[in-house]
Each structure stands twice: as C-alpha cells, then as structure tokens.
C-alpha cells in the first residue's frame, strides 16, 4: 500500500496540507460573503496542488508534478476567476437565505468530521493501516464530502451550491491524491476539464436564472411540486 | 525551602504584575487609535485610589455581596500554584489540581461574581449576570474541549508535562494538533479576557456585561474585584505561553536570578500576545449580541479538528 | 461489417450531426441531419447485434467493451433516439422557436452521442464521465424552452445529479484504492480488471464502495430516495427530450449498476449489496404508486411511471440470477419503447389542449382519434397488463424474486403494481370518457401553470408515426419472445454471474 511507504517527514507534511484544506472547508461553511467564500475555495484548490506535487516529489510520480501545475491553474484560478465573474454579474454579496446560521453549521460539520473520522478509523483497522496518513486522506476525503452535502443542503444562493459541488470534487480529488497517486493521467485530466465544463454549464444556467426566473438563490425555485 | 519560596514568587507574579499587562494592553490600543493613553501604570493608580475610597452597600445586599469579592480574589489567587509561571517543574502543591482543576477554580469565582450581581436585586445586575451566564455557556464547552485537547497532546494532564513536550519535541510543537489548539485558545483568549469583538468590560448599557455584574460595587470591593479580573487575564496569558505558545525560558533550576528572568521573560511573551490581540481587536468591530456564538463556534470546531489530527498522528 | 467499424459509425454520426447542425444554422436541414444521424445509429446498432453473441469483444486499447449487455443498452437507445428524432420534428415545428431549434438538433445529437458513449466504456471512470457528459448536455435540452419553471427544473437537475454521481465518483476511487493493494499503484480499471481482483478485495472497502457507486448512480437513474429531480426535468423538458431521458439515459445508468453488482458478487460481499438494491428497487415502487395517484400533472404522471419502472429494473437486477437479469433486460427495451409512446401521447395531448393539468385534458378520443387510440394502448400497456412487452418482463422478475431471498420485495412489488394500474388508469378514464367541463368552469380552476394557446391540427403525422411505431414492438414483444433476445440474456446473465467473462 503506497500511503504506508511515505516517509514519515513526508506524511506529516501531507496531513497538515490536508488538515488545512479541511480548515479551508470550514471557512467556506461559516462564511456569508460570496467573496469569502470563494477566495477560500481558491485556496483549498491551491493547497490541493501543493499536496499533489509533494506527493509526486516523494513518490517518485512525475506525471503528478503536471497534474498538480493543471489543478493550480484550474481549480484554482481560471475556476475562481470564472464564478468572480458570474458574482460580478449577479451583483450577490452574501448568502441572506441559508436555513441554519455559519455557526450553527460550523458546530454540524465538527459532528460530521468526527462521524467521518469514526468510518475512517474502522476501515483503517480492518485494513490495518491504522495509524498512516491514509487513514487521515480518507477522513479529510469523506468530511469534505459530508461538508459539502451539508453545504448543499443549508445555503440557498445559487452560487453557493456551484461552489458546495466543487468542494465535493475537491474532497474526492484530495483523496485520490494521496491514497491513489498512480490513477491514470488520462482520468485525472479528463475529471479536471470535466470541472471546467461543470462550471460553465452552471454559468450559463445562473444567467437563465437571472433573466427568467429573476431571482438567484434556490429557496425562490418552489414552483414543481408534487 | 527554596521551591516554596518559588511558589510564593509565582503568586506574587501574578499579584503584582497583573495591573502592569492590563496597563499596557490599554495603552497600546490607545496609542493605535492615536491617542494619549493613560500611561501604563494607571492600573495601580485606579487600584490604589479604589482601596481608599468609601465602601456604599447597597440596602438589599446580603451575605453573597461581601463574600464575591472575597472568593473571587482568593480563586485567582491558587490558580497561580498550579501553573508553570516562573519554573518548568512543579513546586510544591501544584499537584493541588491539573488543568482542568485550574479552568474549574477560576470558574467558581466568575460564578461568584454572577451570583453577585444578581445579588442585589438591581436590574442592571441581572442583566450582566443572564448575560454572562450565556457567554459562560458557549465558552466553557469549548474551554473544557481545549484542555481535553492539550491532554490528549500529551497524554497527561498536569501543565508541566505538555510544557516539557512541547520544548522537547518540535515535530509536537509544530503539528496540526497543536497548532488549531493554538488558534482555539487564542479565540477563547479574546473572548474571557473581554477583548473585542465581544467587548464586555464596557459601560455601555447595550453592551455591557462585566460592568453590569459589578456596578453595585464601590471602594476596596470594587478594587478587589478589578484586580481579580487583571489576574485572571494573566493566568489565562500565562497558560497561553508558557503551557501551548512559547514554552521556553521558564527557570530550570530555580534560583533566584533564574526565577527573575523567568519573570522578565514571562512579560515579555506578553507583551508579544498582547500586540498579538491589540492587532486583532483594532481591526474588528463589536459583534451584534445574538452572534455572539460565531467566533466561539469557530474556537469549538478548532478544538475538535486539534483532537481529530491528534487521533491521526 | 467488423464491430469497430460498426462503433465507429455508432459514434461518429451523431457527433456529424452535431457538427453540421451547429454550422449550417437552420432548422430544417437540423432537423434533417438529426432524423439521419439517428437512422444510420439504429441501422448500425441492430447489425451490431449479431456480433455481441460471439462473447465480449475489447476493442480501442481496451477502452470500448461490445458484449450483450452493452449492445443491448445501445439498442434501447437507438430505437429511443430513432422514434424521438421522428417526434421531435413535428413537435419542435411547433414550439415557434426556429432560430435556436438548430441548438436544439445539436444538443439532441450530443445527447444521443453520450447516452450512445455510456454502455460502451470499458473503463470505470470513462464511465463515470460519459454519465456526467450525459447530465450536463441534457441540462440544456430541459431549459430549451427558456421559463421560470424549466430553469428551476433544470437547476434541480443539475445540482442534484452532480452532487449524486460525485459520490459514485467516490465509491469508483474507492474501488481503485482497494484494487491498488493487490494490482499495484497504477492501473487500468476496467470491468474485468474489477471482477478479477475482487476477491482479493477487503470487503468493508468493497460494501461502502459499493453502496456509494449505487447511490450515486442510483440518483442518476432516478431511484426513490434520489428521485427528486426526475420529476422536474422530465416535465419540463419538451417531449422528445423526455423520451430520451426516460427511455435511453436511465437505462444507461443502470447498466453501471448491473456491473457493479457483479463486481460485489465476485468480491464475495454478503447479502448486504443485493438487499441495498432490492431495497431501492421497492421503495421506488412505493414512492411511485403515492405519487401517481395524487397526480395532477401529466408529464410527471409519466415521470413517476419512470420511477416505478426503474424500480422494476433493479428489483430485477436485484434478484439476480438468469430469470432476474432476463426479465431485467427485457423491461429494459419494454419500457424504452412504451415511455417513448407516452411521452409522445403526452405532448400530444399538452399542445392540443394547451394546458399541462390532467384536469385539462378531457374529451380525448374526439381531438385526436388516431393518436389518442394509441396512447391509451399505451397506458395500458405501460401499467403492465396483457397483452403487451411489460406485463412478460414483469411477470419474469416476479418470478425470478419468488427464487431468490427477496419474497418480501415480490409481494410488495405486485400490491404496488396493482395500486399503480388503478391510479394511472384513473387518470386515462378521466382523460378519455369524462365529458369536457364547460369552458367558463375551465377558465376558473386554477392557474395553470403554463396557459399556451392550444394548436389546431395537431397532431400531425410526424407526431402520430413514431407512436405507432412504438406500440407495434411493443405488441409484439407481448406475444413473442423471440430467440435472439433469449440467446442475448443468457449470454449476459452468464457475463453477469460470479464466474462470467467480460
């Protein structure tokens, strides 16, 4: 198993980047600027990268180094600049209709990491890498996605679900980063442009929504039911 | 001989220098918002006019009145006992109570002062004991969480364990662990220390909260209780330094001259917390009272994600 | 011809007509471009079908698989794309949206291009990101008639389905992670791959990888409780769109599920995996019967009958064995063609009353005699009676769940099937033989959601055709099952069991 082969300077190095990325998610969940919020999601995508290239460096995958230099560009600028623009249009500064306040979501998404540390620790045992650094890349993978859902379900700005999926493929990318460091490049690319994609869709999706329906935050979208 | 010698300096630390830290804060701020400033001694100036000034009890004040002041003092008194203040090894009595026995004592004594100001039967008073109450529940939980997650650093409970940790082992020291209970603490340190942006040594009445507590007060209780408040903030800047931020220079083999640069560079860290959270509080602005929650969430979530990457290590 | 070639056209004409619809910028030609793209497709899918027998073929560097079950899946959606293309001209024609119906034509194609994509992935992630192709171009197609509603409709399709499939995306990382401990670091996750190193695979890793793929493809195939957004997108997307999201891109989905479920078998995973599907299956039965009888709005009638059908489908997948996964398949084509016949009549209906509500729509046999025989055929047929494709496909999933450990699901899945028939069928008799309400009545229920001016001489007989032509299969398919299709299931039920090939 690669992760158990990092040396150990290595693997203290990977799990303060996670932790920072996981830190960075919660700025995103307790924060009510539009603004915030993505400056945070910019540099979760950029820790994210450096994470990428130190595990190339010290697993000796060079292919990761291109990776990484794609992710940095993507996720992290060409992504941000794009839904700056899409904030930029909307003229929408903060999130004013979300269900439950940042705190009280912040306090959730603490009981979610420990739900995601306790599934995590019980596959680590079963397999017993109890104790490596990917016991810490499945917790920060699984939390970043239970953060993400939650994101999803409590913020009502349309712009604020764009960026709770990102943060869904952010978690999954940081996962795969370093418990599958060897996945075929043609996947990571393909999954990175397909991000691309995503975004653009969703930006010409928030335009209709502005033009037709008039509003931008998904509490107003109750017209099909049943 | 000597160890209880050290032990009796330590409180005297705390006793003596405390006016000094709270002077300084407040003349820096002043000074960052380009102002005069009261000069960093006046502390000791209000205490000295407060103890010879006349004592007015109100009529329905009872017995809970006269002895607030008193136990409130006397608690921050013993919290000095137990803490690394001046050595790195434990003197006599500190095995009195751990961490979580020092973070109970200074409780009981602000639970004191809540009781007092109830006491009285003022509206004022009631209005900054329910307050403080609210504040005390959103912080404690945290505060108890944080000292869970320095035990778990070190696996032990005394302070002078995790001091010794931390000084030995920089890959301890520099872990993500330690690191979020850095910033959880810092969080907590603003807030129990009335910084802004839940400011609530104020005579504001909106805002109030300390000084709703204590209004009815005047004379030496009044400066018991002001020095009580002074001493709390150094324990709590005490045990942000020496114990979690910047363990080194306390005095190893405890002579005098030791024990004297140990204070001098026990100030000194101080002063280096204190620019810290003048910086922090210039830059804020008061928080509305139902968000009271928001940076204590924060400082909560800090402290499970330090006792999650302690789990991972 | 050789199966490259054949994929190669199955691929390449869409993708032509998409090309030319985006340059040469008008309607009819679009509409010309599409109707050829998709009969080339479905010439060259049923000539594809005879060489899937002969076992599986990996061509393209292994990243293309042509077994029976994705030649089967192609076949679904090409009879769809077919029958929709031909809908999709006499309806569009009507819309008064001529400048962008050549966007239209283009997406169509694109959608047909990567539902086409789907079932031929070797390779588990080129799966996962033909399925989020197959979301994101179908966005569009939903919000073509730009409306407060379809947008919402299209906003709750794409973050719903983009946030289900990433946890498939999770689960297909997961996968790759335990299959890393025993194949190395690097590589190549294709099915076989998969089914290979599954018993070495750790069975907590390989339940929760499991169960995170079905889920996440699950809330693509639009299974109760990840349903919510069908409803939505297959209402207010035209017509033919919905044929095609309802009969091709479903399915599509599915076949992912069917995959996986064999990979779990040969991990040796317990009975935890199948009951999770069974479990699905049967709750979308219960979802779909409540909402189907409470409805008012006849296109989300026949989303909800998709719901329910694709509860059949994994309760079939479900139960497994030869039985399950032949009843299974042959749902899979039943209900392609029959949904495609009700969309078809729905949108007839829609455009010739001029209103979405069931309470509408009365007096039917009188506006449209010819289709509206047809449609209720149709309903018949799709509620599952005799004698029709559906009620054989059921009957041999009910038979196959009275095998297997599920008996519970089997006498569930006929209680709701029967609650299903009423309702929807009380919906038709209102619709059919209930007089017309008088008009100032009509003017004061409520408002309707979306008041178009109803059209006369509609349907024509673009719109009446491709109705037609779905029906008679699907007759036929009642009285007949024929061997090919046979041959066809137990070559996949045998790539499917634990000790398949493929």
Partial sequence: MIATQFPPLAASLFSLMAIGSLLLAFVMLGSRWLKDYLLAFAAQSWLIALLSAAVGYYGNFPELYFIAALTA?????????????????????????????????????????????????HLGRTLHLEGSVAVLALTVMLSMKLIGFLMLAVRGEALSQILGILVLENGIFLGSQILVPGMPLLLELVILFDLLVIVACFGVLVRYLVTHAGVTHARALRRLVG | MRDVGLQIAQVATVLFLAPLLQGVIVQWQERVQRAQGPGIFQPYRDLWKLFHKQLVVPETASFVYWIAPIVAFTCVLNVPILIPVLTNYPLPQSDMGDILGGGLILTLGSFMVTLAGLDSGSAYGGIGSSRAVLLAILAEPTLILVFVGITLLAKAMLPFVVNHLLVADPALYWSPAHLFLVAAFFILLLVETDRLPIHSSTHLEVYMIEEARILEYSGPLLALLKWAGMMKQFILYTIFCNVLLLPWGLSVQGTALGALAAAVALFAKFLFVAAAVVVVETMQSRLRYYRYQEPLAASFLLAVLAIVADQLR | MSSESLIAVILLAPLAAVLLCLLVQHPRPAEFFNLAAAVVVFLAVLALLPHSLSGPQRLA????????????????????????????????????????????????????????????????????????????????????????ESIEAAWKYLVIVSAGISLALLGTVLYYWAGSFALGPSYSLTWAALREVAPRLDPAIATTAFLLVTIGFGTKVGLAPMHTWLPDAHSEGPAPVSAMLSGALLNTAMIGIARFLQVSDAAGSGALPRAAVVALGAFSLFVAALFIVRQTGIKRLMAYSSVEHMGVLALGFGFGGPLGIAGALYHMLNHSLNKSLMFFGAGNAMRAYGSKRIGAIRGLPTRMPVSGWLWLAGAVAITGAPPFGLFRSELTVLRAGLRSDHAWAVYLMLVLLIVIFVGFLAHFRAMYFERAPAAAEELQSEEDIERAQPLRDFPDAWCVVPMALALIPLLALGLWWPDFFARCFAAVAANLSVGGRS
């Fill in chain 1, 73 to 121: 560009l993507f996720r992290g600028v060409v992504l941000p600049w794009l839904i700056l623009r899409i904030i930029a249009r909307l003229k929408v500064d903060r999130e004013l209709h979300e269900r439950l306040s940042p705190s009280s979501s912040l306090v959730i998404g603490a009981a979610l990491v420990l739900f995601a540390f306790v599934v995590s620790s």
């Fill in chain 3, 61 to 148: 560097d292994d990243y293309l698989i042509v077994d029976a079950l994705s030649t089967w899946g192609l076949l679904c959606v090409a009879s769809v794309y077919l029958l929709s293309s031909i809908y999709a001209i006499g309806y569009m024609r009507r819309l008064s949206e001529d400048a962008r119906l050549h966007r239209f034509y283009a997406l169509f194609a694109g959608f047909a291009l990567t539902t086409l994509s789907g079932p031929l992935m070797n390779n588990v992630g080129v799966y996962w990101i033909a399925i989020e192709l197959t979301t994101l171009v179908s966005t569009f197609l939903v919000c073509f008639e730009l409306g407060a």
